[in-house]
């Protein structure tokens, strides 16, 4: 048994599927299925139940995948401790983003990333807060940049910046002509929310629903382009966090951003890593050159 066996075995467990699996391992099928009854031959148990249809896990199966996570993680961790000691700053980084941030941030720290630190190869993961963190915590990712609070005891924060939300309306809508909108001012029904599973549909919510009384009943969409597109024809309102009119850039002739009045609705950015990264050190050279790059004119970065 080792770690490339592993990997497999998680691989397996996660897509259900010998093919798919794989694929994702850059192995052939009769390869990979052939180490994956090697390894239940030496166990002496089975770890999947085979079908034409799907691959389901064991019981005894489920405990061996959580092991071998485990056991990847370290692994991964080990050689993460000897770069750190030849070089902090080189070798890989796999950066999770929310997409509600990465589009509006990546275009502001990715050259600098490059420039300040020319032998990390980093790498983007978007995804969704749940698998994100998920995936953090497995392993699969070194750090991760979410707007939600941590409540993993095995993740860490290191909080980027605070970042208000602007109200986007229709050029032709009557709170346009207003320099803010108080929350209270927006109906309901036309407010226009995010898909379940957004980070930012719940901040939203929570940021109204005293003012406005929305309920979970608003559309919802699957990015904050395409609420922008309906906010442009006129089919609705939404919250937006600020990064999204860096230089004025949402500001159209169909669309307008507004201030929201109270200033406190928004959210804060944070840098996740797991407690025992062993690379605090590039985690924290990240989170400077985040902090460097946001524009201090539309969020407030944190010391």
Known sequence: MNIRDLEYVVAVSEERHFGRAAV?????????????RKLEASLGVALFERTNRIVQVTPVGEQIVAQARRLITISDEIVATAQNAR???????????IPTVGPYLSPLILTEISRGLPNLALTLVEGLTPDLMKRLANGDLDGAILATELEDPHLKEIVLYDEPFWVALSENHPLAAHETV???????????????????????????????????????????????????????V??????????????SSTIVMRRERSGTAGRTVRLAIRVSYPRAELADRLASIVRAKVPASLVTVAN
């Not at 070089?87 to 983003?97: E, N």
């Not at 939404?238 to 500001?251: D, E, Y």
């Open 24 to 36: 994702r391992c850059h192995i052939s099928q009769p390869a990979l299925s052939g180490q994956i």
């Open 87 to 97: 070089d902090p700053f080189s070798g890989q980084f796999r950066l999770g983003i």
């Open 182 to 236: 108080d929350l209270g001012e927006l109906s309901p029904e036309e407010l226009l929310l995010l898909a379940d599973g957004h980070c930012l549909r719940d901040q939203v919510v929570d940021a109204c629903q005293a003012k406005t009384g929305i309920n979970n009943a608003n559309t919802r969409e699957t990015s904050l382009e395409t609420l922008f597109a309906l906010v442009a024809a006129g089919d609705g």
């Open 238 to 251: 939404t919250l937006a966090p600020a990064l999204t009119n860096r230089n004025g850039s949402r500001q």
